[in-house]
């Protein structure tokens, strides 16, 4: 197993489009990694560097310590699940798992013995012999990662695997990764533009936008600690919060509505311009009476989800705020509402550049 | 239901008007000589082998097949191999002036054959190759790379590139990749695109009527072309010749047909 070093790394296309603007990245040996952000974001583009299927424009790329930048995929000891899965449909199971031993020159009874070993990991003795065509779509997922298992590689970079499956195989075949990667301890780069898988998956996770990152860390660090407006949208279900205000004299900050806050937990130096964003997460907010919250809203919409209730206020300045309230919460809409934030989390971000305020 | 039937019987009229000739032209190559300017009769009757007998007794008709074989076999052998390693090159490889280079392998193929004729007809005659099997082969592939290439560039772009980039991660050269991902997925386009270079040399007249020299060296289509006399056209025997030399291709097609309309690349990727 080995180390991952992204070094200063940017991709230019030639026709001038900027994925990969400045970034730096280490995965530690054995750790898994995953890559999350919008579509577009540059994410699936990183991988494919670290894969050898890009060649960056400047900076330059370390497995184990060992610089690849110039190397072809098949020279850096990677293996690769790709969206689509990639199987060779002319192939049968056994053919695609053994593919990349064979080509790789392994001894014969090497390469029997591998792919049974990772057949009997995934559960596919049963389909050796069929081809890709006759296979479900969990399956050829199971087939994508054997191809990778079989090999041994000092890498593997998954590339949205589960993106093709339906919400209950996705979920299960995530935790069977889960296990998977522990078992193995392989190090892994994991794409995704799912926040939920990035945060149950990752060990660490790395927050990427129009081609930077913008936070790596913990997933339970990014989402109680998030560097940037951006994260702090992108990273949590319902979305966070976010309310304008104006910083006024005593570290107080007045919101719309007329209410203010003292800036709490912020002990480093504020923006010069007087604008602070506010944000708070849906489950840091309590429904009160509604003459004594910090916020009074107008109740819009209430979507039931079983184990709790999702409600959509309106605040008096127009904004919409969303609630997660338990599920016995009993609210008609319209009805008012008194909003009371959870001083404890509250997060403070500089409008102008996005970040956070520490 | 109306549209159902105007389409069936625009279909059978199409049909109708493609087939007619053909088995006009197989029943007539059966006809004796003497019936075949009488009046029209739609139901054979009285055929005889008349007229295949003296093509192949009198004419050795077996010549011009034999010399048409080796010639389109060649071309399209040397065609589709060395068509599928440029067109391959040019579908997935970057390399500066891809672009124009496509646009001229495009370009070449445009010129009227007639233009070419003289001026190939002296450079093989320098290079002494005039009325041999290399003086058909080597003008035929002028005309029948490009078309090759430009197929087989459209073939292999149909592919998803994920599984060659599969198998670059895995571990294979792009050579291997060529011949043990791409061209067992690409084999119905790599068929059509073999069949339709040996229809063209196979059907070609021009070149070889001016490249060849004697009986010993015609092709099919020349080889009927000069059955024609100073004072009769011997029909009948024409008629069989065409019937002969449409058997072959048309065999070829039916042996690929399968390959080609197959869709193999089901299951490669998702859906």
Known sequence: ?358 | MRPARWATIGLAVVLLAIAFPLYWTIVSSFTPEARLFQAPDLVPRGLVLEHYRALFAQRDFWIPIRNSLVVAGTTTALCVTLGVLCAYALARLRFPGKAPLLALVLAVGMFPQISVVSPLYLLLRELRLINTYPGLVLPYMTFAMPLAVWLLVGVFRQLPPELEEAALVDGASRFRILREVVLPLALPGVAATAMLTFLYCWNEFLFALSFTLGPDRYTVPVAIALFRGRYQVPWGQILAAAVVATAPVALVVFALQRRIVQGLTAGAVKG
Not at chain 1, 137 to 158: E, S, T
Not at chain 1, 253 to 272: D, F, K, W
């Open chain 1, 1 to 358: 197993m080995a180390h991952v070093a992204v070094e200063s790394v940017r991709k230019v296309y030639p026709n001038g489009h900027v994925a990969i603007g400045q970034v730096d990245l280490t995965v530690a040996d054995g750790e898994l990694m995953v890559l999350v952000g919008p579509s577009g974001c540059g994410k699936s583009t990183l991988l494919r560097l670290i894969a050898g299927l890009e060649t960056p424009t400047a900076g330059r790329i370390l497995i184990d310590g060992r610089d690849v930048t110039s190397l072809p995929p098949q020279d850096r000891d990677v293996a690769m699940v790709f969206q689509s899965y990639a199987l060779y449909p002319h192939l049968t199971v056994r053919e695609n798992l053994a593919f990349g031993l064979r080509v790789r020159r392994t001894p014969r009874d090497v390469i029997a013995t591998q792919v049974e070993r990772a057949a009997a990991a995934l559960g596919l003795d049963p389909l050796l012999d069929r081809k890709p065509g006759q296979l479900s779509g969990g399956q050829r997922q199971r087939v994508a990662l054997g191809r990778a298992m079989v090999r041994n590689p000092k890498v593997f970079l998954l590339d949205e695997p589960l993106s093709n499956l339906d919400a209950r195989l996705r979920m299960e075949t995530r935790a069977e990764l889960a296990r998977l990667h522990r078992r193995l301890g392989a190090t892994s780069v994991y794409v995704t533009h799912d926040q939920e898988e990035a945060m149950t998956l990752g060990e660490r996770m790395a927050v990427i936008r129009d081609g930077r990152i913008e936070q790596v860390a913990q997933p339970l660090e990014v989402y109680r600690r998030p560097a940037s407006l951006f994260v702090a949208e992108f990273v949590g279900a319902p979305p966070m919060n976010l309310l304008p205000g104006e910083l006024e004299a005593g570290r107080q900050v007045r919101l719309a509505g007329g209410t203010t806050l003292p800036l709490e937990g912020v002990r480093g130096g504020l923006p010069a311009h007087s604008r602070v964003t506010l944000g708070v997460r849906p489950q840091d907010v309590t429904l009160v009476h509604p003459l004594k919250g910090d916020l009074a809203a107008l109740v819009d919409v209430v979507e039931h989800r079983g184990s709790d209730v999702l409600i959509r206020l309106r605040l008096e300045s127009g904004a919409e705020m969303r609630v997660v309230a338990a599920a016995t919460t009993a609210l008609q809409p319209e009805a008012p509402a008194g909003l009371r934030l959870d001083r404890e989390r509250l997060h403070w971000f500089d409008p102008e550049t996005g970040q956070r305020l520490e």
